[in-house]
């Protein structure tokens, strides 16, 4: 077996992407990708998703992306903003209004799944793109949710080990752009935003996370032109102001 073989989660953000093309970059041969459709409020992100990987695909080697449907289960843990009734709010990633966009155990699912198919196609790692600028809103990208994921899929599959990578669990948004920037990551063709509309709002928390980010690395967002990049800094500096 390749010591530094992995399945990776895509959700179709510039986290993840990013993720891919480090992976790649540090010596891990990704064997499959996962994009989860989970019954989220729209698939802007499965869409964008499926271009990254074919990106992906024709730069370095050719990978198998799967599309995982689990709606089923997503009607089970319905909840909040993104699979649930409420409205996205509208304010900074860090405000505490941005809970209710927490998905009920979802990462938890995910690496799971991730993790059995890792086993079923002789992969001995995930990888999964939590940053620290996650930490005030999702549990679940704390870096002691990682270790203790990474202690119980040990012991879960104690003949078949997996490793769980999170290789930017101690890294800011601004930081993971910056290392997307360096290698040249087709951000153009990531999508954050929380809505499902035909471009990104510019107003929900994510979309603000993201303008903050390439505003800290002195880039304009490729996914936006320049009057839309304009609008998207004046927004996060109201928001800040």
Request: aromatic share 8%; charged share 25%.
């Amino acid at each position: 077996m390749n010591q530094k073989t992995i399945v990776a989660i895509l959700s179709g953000g510039l986290d993840s992407s990013t993720m891919l093309w480090h992976l790649q970059s540090i010596g891990y041969h990704i064997k499959e990708i996962l994009t989860f459709n989970y019954g989220q409020r729209h698939t802007k992100e499965v869409e964008n998703a499926e271009k990254i990987g074919e990106i992906f695909s024709s730069r370095f080697y050719k990978i198998d992306h799967q599309i995982v449907d689990i709606t089923n289960i997503g009607k089970l843990i319905a909840k909040g903003s993104l699979t649930g009734i409420d409205s996205v709010p509208h304010e900074t990633y860090d405000a505490e209004s941005q809970r209710i966009t927490i998905v009920p155990n979802r990462n938890m699912i995910f690496l799971s799944i991730a993790a059995g198919r890792a086993i079923s196609i002789g992969a001995n790692s995930i990888g999964y793109a939590a940053h620290s600028s996650d930490y005030s809103v999702y549990p679940d990208c704390r870096p002691e949710f990682i270790e203790l994921m990474n202690k119980t899929l040990l012991e879960g599959n104690l003949w078949n080990p997996v490793l769980l990578v999170a290789p930017f669990q101690h890294q800011t948004k601004a930081e993971v752009v910056k290392r997307g920037l360096k290698l040249n990551v087709p951000f153009e063709f990531t999508w954050s935003c929380y809505e499902g509309q035909e471009e990104p709002c510019l107003e929900c928390g994510t979309c603000q996370e993201r303008t903050e980010a390439f505003m800290k690395n002195d880039n304009r967002d490729p996914a936006l032109n320049d009057e839309k990049w304009k609008k998207a800094i004046e927004l996060v500096k109201k928001h800040v102001a």
